[in-house]
């Protein structure tokens, strides 16, 4: 569906293009997830895992010369419904837009597979992904529990329901 080095985002020197992760590139996306969730990142395994299976796609952003990979994220579907697992960017490439690009593209990547509705989990003290998300429509519908750990903390689950 991304065809390798699609055009993303961006104008000028700020381009991003949009790579899709295939089986064999978990070690691409563990140093990323290290850099943006140093307490409780995914192991290279975990994403091979998750690139193994049909209903995943994982996307890394790249700036336009492919020489840094700025942002990436995880996408299940199944049926009707499809659930962000991650999505993260580098520290270094934040407020520029890239995050809610990214979101945006995921979105409409689960619409056109069929998704109705659209759900995500979020630390209870992350506010910067909570306004992404709220901005991009997701709306709060439950929380779990002590949900992640290190530390130790609940979730907001989200969800965004076609209109
Ligand atoms: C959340 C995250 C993906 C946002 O990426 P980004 O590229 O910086 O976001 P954008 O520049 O596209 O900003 C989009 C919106 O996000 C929100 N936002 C981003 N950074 C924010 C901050 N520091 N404080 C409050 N809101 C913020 C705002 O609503 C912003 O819209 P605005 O610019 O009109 O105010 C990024 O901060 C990140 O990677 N965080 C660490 C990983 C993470 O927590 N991922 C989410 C897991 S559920």
């Known amino acids: 569906m991304i065809r390798r080095g699609e055009l993303f985002i961006g104008d000028g020197e700020n381009e991003y293009v ?9 070690h691409i996306f563990a140093p990323l997830e290290l850099y943006c969730f140093p ?4 192991s290279a395994e975990m994403f091979e895992l998750s690139l193994a299976n049909p ?3 994982a996307l ?3 700036n336009r010369q492919m ?5 990436y994220g995880v996408l299940y579907s199944a049926a009707d419904e499809a659930d962000i697992a991650n999505i993260a960017v580098m520290p270094d490439c934040r407020k520029q837009g890239i995050g809610r ?36 429509g997701f709306v709060e519908i439950g929380r779990r529990r002590k949900y992640y750990s ?14």
Do not use: H
């Open 18 to 26: 949009l790579m899709q992760g295939e089986a064999g590139d978990g």
């Open 39 to 42: 307490e409780d990142p995914w």
């Open 55 to 57: 209903g995943c796609m």
């Open 60 to 62: 890394i952003v790249q």
């Open 67 to 71: 020489t840094k990979n700025v942002a």
């Open 101 to 136: 690009a990214l979101l945006s593209k995921m979105i409409e990547i689960a619409r056109s597979g069929g998704a109705l509705r659209i759900f995500l989990e979020v630390r209870e003290s992350n506010a910067p992904a909570q306004s992404l998300y709220k901005s991009a």
């Open 150 to 163: 290190s530390p130790t903390e609940d979730a907001i689950v989200m969800a965004l329901c076609e209109s």
